[in-house]
Structures are given as structure tokens and as C-alpha cells.
């Protein structure tokens, strides 16, 4: 019987290395999304990503806004979505609160998606309080077959 010498080191930094590139990858995006806006949001509007064969789909929540009051902005396959919710002034409308629990104020939310989309292909649609960001996704080139000689 042969002893195979092992060194368990070489499999602990292997493991080792591999967190750390996790972790420089979500700090990376995390900067990213920070830069976008992000970290001044007084409050964020709850968000689905999903995804079919052609396209990626952001929806978002945003009951009681105007379309006047969205704003989409597209950059290196970062989605920013932005946007102010006002406060009803009791004055203006000739009433008092009693509570308010209702989010307002401005948001700022930026997204990536994992593949190359044609950013001038966005489409969005806002209906019954639910922002639609639909992205198509860049199809890939087939495989070109090369001929040997």
C-alpha cells in the first residue's frame, strides 16, 4: 500500500481563496450600488427581479405615485430606479392626520442583471401602483464552425 503524502494546508487555502473572491465580488457590486445612489434613500419600495428566456423583469412597487415622479436611468447593465413620494400637505387639502405610516420621501434603488442587455430596448409600464422594467437580454452569436483545412 502506498501513503500519498497530503498537504492539508493547499485545500484550506484553496477554500480560503475562494471566500475571498466571494466576498471582493459582493463588496464590489455593493460599492457600485452605493455610488448609484443607494445610501441616500430615505426609504426603498419593495422590488421582484425574475427572469424568462428574452428578457429580465424588474417590478416595484409604488402605489400613489405619478409617472412624473419615476425615473429609470440605465448604465453598464445598472438599472436605477429613482423617484419622491410627497408628503399631502393638511393645509393645501383641508384636512388632519392622525397617523401616518405611509412611506414618503425620495427613494433611490440600482440593480444589476447578470447579462449583457440592449439598453435601448428598456421598456416600462406602470400599472395599478406596480412599475414593470422589462430588459432583453442580448442574445449570444451561435458558435461559428470553423473548417479545417
Known amino acids: ?9 493547499e485545500d484550506i487555502f484553496g477554500v480560503y481563496q475562494k471566500l ?3 466576498f471582493d465580488d459582493r ?5 457600485k450600488e452605493l455610488k448609484a445612489g443607494e445610501e441616500h434613500s ?3 419600495p419593495p422590488v421582484d427581479i425574475y427572469e424568462d428566456d428574452a428578457s429580465f423583469i424588474i417590478a416595484a412597487e409604488l402605489p400613489g405615485f405619478d409617472k412624473k415622479e419615476i ?8 438599472i436605477i430606479l429613482q423617484g419622491n413620494r410627497k408628503l399631502r400637505n393638511p393645509e393645501e387639502h383641508g384636512f ?3 397617523r401616518i405610516e405611509m412611506n414618503f420621501g425620495a427613494f433611490s434603488r440600482a440593480f444589476n442583471v447578470p ?3 440592449d439598453e435601448d430596448k428598456v421598456s416600462a409600464v406602470y ?3 406596480v412599475l414593470e422594467i422589462r430588459l432583453l437580454k442580448i442574445k449570444a452569436p451561435p458558435a461559428a464552425k470553423i473548417k479545417i483545412k
Do not use: C, P, V
Request: a positive charge; charged letters at 30%.
Open 20 to 22: 475571498n473572491q466571494i
Open 115 to 117: 447579462e449583457k442587455i
Open 42 to 44: 430615505s426609504w426603498m
Open 127 to 129: 400599472i395599478d401602483g
Open 96 to 98: 388632519n392626520y392622525h
Open 71 to 78: 425615473d429609470i436611468k440605465i448604465k453598464d447593465n445598472t
Open 1 to 9: 500500500m502506498t501513503i500519498i503524502k497530503k498537504d492539508i494546508f
Open 27 to 31: 463588496l464590489a457590486r455593493f460599492k
